[in-house]
């Protein structure tokens, strides 16, 4: 499984902004697809994952209510929409692949993408 990240860009505090997976490979479609993201000198951090299907998902505490995921299986595209964004939603974000939608932690997942920076300016 190969997964390319895109749709990071610069943006105001409380604006928009929809990143985006594109997964491929046979059997890409099988995979709960998740996001994750990282700062300079922090560790990677979980944001939200969701189920092969698409029919159950679930997102971190500090981005409930305003981050949403979803994915469109005939493209095997997974979206993270952000909205109200604040600067500290600044880092580069990155679509991974695992077994499990019920994973959270980075070493669970088995692929993953590139990387896509998004900064947040007050």
């Known amino acids: 499984v190969q997964l390319q990240a895109s749709g990071g860009g610069l943006v105001l505090a409380g604006g928009s902004l929809r990143v985006s997976c594109a997964a491929s490979?046979?059997?890409?479609?099988?995979?709960?697809m998740a996001w994750f993201r990282q700062t300079p000198g922090k560790e990677r951090e979980f944001v939200a994952v969701?189920?092969?299907?698409?029919?159950?998902?679930y997102v971190a505490d500090s981005v409930k209510g305003r981050f949403t995921i979803s994915r469109i299986n005939a493209n095997n595209t997974v979206f993270l929409q952000m909205n109200t964004l604040k600067p500290d939603d600044t880092a580069v974000y990155y679509c991974?692949?695992?077994?499990?939608?019920?994973?959270?932690?980075?070493?669970?997942?088995?692929?993953w993408g590139q990387g896509t920076l998004v900064t947040v300016s007050s």
């Open positions: 991974a692949a695992g077994r499990s939608w019920s994973f959270r932690r980075r070493d669970e997942f088995d692929y």
């Open positions: 490979g046979r059997t890409a479609y099988q995979y709960a």
């Open positions: 969701i189920k092969w299907n698409g029919d159950l998902s």
